[in-house]
């Protein structure tokens, strides 16, 4: 985070000394800020006796050559557990406690340096703990290269190059019980609005450990959205995380679909 935070003063140190200079010749557009919220979940009753909720808020200022953005999100869920699996749930099984079936929390926050139209500098440090996963938690740090390679009417399509490092913490009873990963990674995001009200994304990044290539991470999550008025839309998601080199005892695929109502606030 501290470097996070020394390329911001450091940016807004020359931004300041570019504005002011006579010849610079160059005009910004105006200050953009971004502010949106999504809000999903599901409840059932009768056979089964679940509840799962999601969440998420993403936030963006852009200014003259910068911009600052922060996202964070969190999954929780708790259901009734068929302890003798017999695969009823007797009246006992439903009057004891609903046990967690999801707990998942996520955060990052990135400072991008424009150096053109189209391309950025950028750093970002982020956490996440997802345990039924493995991780109690993992942080890691980020810097790269972002390119935009089409952005029209209809349609933006991104790339990213850079390096990660995470730092990660596994949960009681995975020996050893943490690990430094320095990774390289790729990322590619297409964005495509097929009218003023349905729009598309898809983004998949890949995360390759330098030190043993065959721990390779992949993420991805498509989307589509349809606009329900100027403010709220409903977006149908799918987020797949594949990891070559679990947690030991952990699957290697995650998936989660999601139907959410979202607020774009600003």
Known sequence: MYALFLMAAVAGA?????VDTADAGQKFEEPETHLSAELGGAWATGNVEYYTANGL????HRFARN???LGAGINMGQGVSDTD???ILSDAERDADKVEIARKFWGDARYDRFIGDKSSL?????????IYAGYDLRSHEQ??????????ESTDLKVELGADVAQENFVEGIDPNSAMIYSARAMVSLTHQFNDSVSF?????AYENILDTADLRVLNEAAISAKLSDIFSVKLSNQLTFDNVPVEGYRKLDQVTLVSLVATLI
């Open 14 to 18: 020359e931004e300041a000394e570019f």
């Open 57 to 60: 808020l993403d936030a963006s």
């Open 67 to 69: 911009q600052l953005a």
């Open 85 to 87: 699996g017999d695969g």
């Open 122 to 130: 950028y750093v970002l440090a982020g956490v996440l703990s997802d």
């Open 143 to 152: 810097l790269g290269y972002s390119r935009i390679l089409v952005d029209s």
């Open 201 to 205: 994304t898809d983004t998949v990044e």
